[in-house]
């Protein structure tokens, strides 16, 4: 049988099975060629927030078809992405008033470092031209992005000796619920690599609360507080990057929002579209974006991807903030939660197994970390069985499910992940 032409994302191609061919999928299930119908415990990759085939969902798409598909943002504009971006300032924390549209998480942080680094520029700081990054840190796989993540435990070390150096600070390691005294030692760390480097850098990179690729750490509240703070104290801009994290993932509508904190500049991706298209949103606050006001036209900002803003991505991004705050979102992000902590922390059995170092929530989202990452080989072929779709990287065997997820349905996937380590 010839090879197929079409090149997988992070797969040996010469020893991968032939994938299975999603032909559709409904409410938190995709359907495979044959009829067999998966449980979608990652809501693919984490973006698939209100699960498949929503109806208002694919309505929006439709009508916004039948209007306008795409139009350059370059010296145009149109309404769809004028009310997303109304949409946006209103829902984030306050201050970020000034949006910049991108196709992808990637893309939109590397818009936020190069606003960071011309922001300095424009500021006289011309030397502040690094980023500070966090260990255990994944931004995305774009050029930009692969110098700002994990160094030595990331997915980009082939690429080192191509991308550019820049300083990282250790990752935090108190847990969401620590309390302050036990934050102190991050704080000092993160304030000990500022003292050495604040001089080069333009900004500190964060996912606030939840370090998701790189192995879904969870982390405190009172870490970005000291951040936001930090940052300040060393003429540094904070940006957080809720690619992942925002749209509820962690309990509330934004993990700056457990904190109270507004970043200088915000990344939305994943969730922006109930991932029913590629897009992604930049936020800046009013001292960033004045930056560049000027007379000089080389002040302005120097990007300009051509989907950005796109019609169909802007339509169906309102329409799934709709639905998200229609339907009480945050309310049923709470029942999963619910769930998660019962299941997953409080079974005594799965945290004593001798193969497991430890079991963690936040929001929606949970993870069993196991010592040894082959105690995992098979997984996700078990939970396949057991007619749900997990995809274990690494030590890390977790959940992100679609917020439309039944009781039943998490108790479904939350079953398979402990049968794994409790019924073979």
Same mark, same amino acid.
């Given at each position: 049988?010839?090879?197929?032409?079409?090149?997988?994302?992070?797969?040996?191609?010469?020893?991968?099975?032939?994938?299975?061919?999603?032909?559709?999928?409904?409410?938190? @299930?995709?359907? &495979? !060629?044959g009829?067999?119908?998966l449980?979608d !415990?990652t809501?693919?990759?984490?973006?698939?927030?209100?699960?498949y085939?929503?109806?208002? &969902?694919? #309505?929006?798409i439709?009508?916004?078809?039948?209007?306008?598909? @795409?139009?350059?943002?370059g010296?145009?504009?149109h309404?769809?992405a004028q009310?997303? !971006?109304?949409a946006?300032?209103?829902?984030?924390?306050?201050g970020? +008033?000034?949006?910049?549209?991108? +196709?992808?998480?990637?893309?939109?942080m590397?818009?936020?470092?190069?606003?960071a680094?011309?922001?300095q520029?424009?500021e006289?700081?011309?030397?502040?031209?690094?980023?500070?990054?966090?260990m255990r840190?994944?931004?995305?796989?774009?050029?930009?992005?692969?110098?700002?993540?994990?160094?030595?435990?990331?997915?980009?070390? =082939?690429? %080192?000796?191509?991308l550019?150096?820049?300083?990282?600070?250790?990752?935090?390691?108190a847990?969401?619920?620590?309390?302050?005294e036990a934050? %102190?030692?991050d704080?000092q760390?993160?304030?000990?690599?500022?003292e050495?480097h604040?001089?080069?850098v333009? !900004?500190?990179?964060?996912?606030?609360?939840?370090?998701a690729?790189?192995?879904?750490n969870?982390?405190?509240?009172?870490?970005?507080?000291a951040?936001r703070e930090?940052?300040?104290?060393?003429?540094?801009? =904070?940006?957080?990057d809720?690619?992942?994290?925002g749209?509820g993932?962690?309990?509330?509508?934004f %993990?700056a929002?457990?904190?109270?904190?507004?970043?200088?500049?915000?990344? &939305?991706?994943k969730g &922006?579209?109930?991932?029913?298209?590629? @897009?992604?949103?930049?936020? *800046?606050?009013?001292?960033?974006?004045? #930056?560049?006001l000027?007379?000089?036209? /080389? @002040?302005?900002?120097?990007?300009g991807p051509?989907?950005?803003?796109?019609?169909?991505?802007c339509?169906?991004?309102?329409?799934?903030?709709?639905?998200?705050?229609?339907?009480?979102?945050?309310?049923?992000? *709470?029942?999963? /939660?619910?769930?998660?902590?019962?299941?997953?922390l409080e079974?005594?059995?799965? /945290?004593?197994?001798? *193969?497991? /170092?430890e079991?963690?929530? =936040?929001?929606?989202?949970?993870v069993?970390?196991?010592k040894?990452? #082959?105690?995992?080989?098979?997984?996700? %072929?078990?939970?396949?069985e057991?007619?749900v779709?997990?995809?274990?990287?690494?030590?890390?065997?977790y959940?992100?499910?679609?917020?439309?997820t039944?009781?039943?349905e998490?108790?479904?996937?939350?079953?398979?992940?402990?049968?794994?380590?409790?019924?073979?």
């Amino acid at each position: 049988m010839p090879a197929s032409p079409l090149w997988h994302p992070y797969a040996q191609m010469q020893t991968q099975p032939v994938p299975p061919t999603v032909v559709g999928g409904q409410g938190a @299930h995709f359907t &495979l !060629a044959g009829g067999e119908r998966l449980l979608d !415990a990652t809501c693919s990759w984490w973006c698939m927030i209100h699960g498949y085939g929503h109806p208002r &969902l694919v #309505a929006a798409i439709q009508a916004q078809a039948e209007t306008l598909c @795409h139009v350059m943002l370059g010296g145009l504009s149109h309404e769809p992405a004028q009310r997303l !971006a109304e949409a946006l300032v209103r829902i984030t924390p306050p201050g970020l +008033d000034h949006v910049f549209f991108s +196709d992808s998480g990637s893309v939109g942080m590397e818009v936020a470092m190069k606003m960071a680094v011309q922001y300095q520029v424009l500021e006289g700081r011309p030397e502040k031209h690094r980023m500070l990054s966090l260990m255990r840190a994944y931004h995305g796989d774009t050029s930009g992005c692969m110098a700002v993540c994990d160094p030595e435990e990331g997915m980009h070390s =082939l690429f %080192a000796g191509f991308l550019p150096s820049h300083p990282f600070a250790p990752a935090p390691t108190a847990p969401y619920d620590a309390p302050p005294e036990a934050v %102190a030692a991050d704080i000092q760390a993160l304030r000990a690599t500022l003292e050495a480097h604040h001089h080069e850098v333009a !900004a500190l990179l964060m996912e606030p609360l939840l370090q998701a690729a790189g192995g879904l750490n969870m982390t405190s509240p009172h870490y970005l507080r000291a951040a936001r703070e930090l940052c300040d104290e060393f003429d540094v801009l =904070l940006v957080f990057d809720e690619v992942a994290t925002g749209f509820g993932r962690t309990g509330r509508m934004f %993990a700056a929002d457990h904190a109270g904190v507004t970043p200088d500049i915000m990344v &939305l991706s994943k969730g &922006l579209t109930g991932g029913y298209l590629g @897009h992604a949103a930049t936020l *800046a606050t009013g001292r960033v974006y004045d #930056a560049f006001l000027s007379d000089d036209p /080389n @002040h302005a900002f120097m990007h300009g991807p051509t989907f950005m803003g796109n019609p169909l991505a802007c339509r169906v991004a309102l329409e799934s903030l709709a639905v998200f705050e229609e339907e009480d979102y945050l309310g049923k992000i *709470a029942g999963l /939660n619910a769930i998660l902590r019962a299941e997953l922390l409080e079974d005594a059995a799965l /945290n004593a197994h001798p *193969a497991v /170092n430890e079991a963690r929530v =936040l929001g929606a989202t949970a993870v069993i970390e196991v010592k040894e990452a #082959a105690s995992l080989d098979g997984a996700q %072929a078990f939970a396949r069985e057991r007619g749900v779709w997990l995809r274990p990287f690494g030590r890390w065997l977790y959940t992100m499910p679609a917020y439309i997820t039944t009781p039943e349905e998490m108790r479904r996937i939350t079953g398979a992940m402990k049968a794994w380590f409790l019924e073979r």
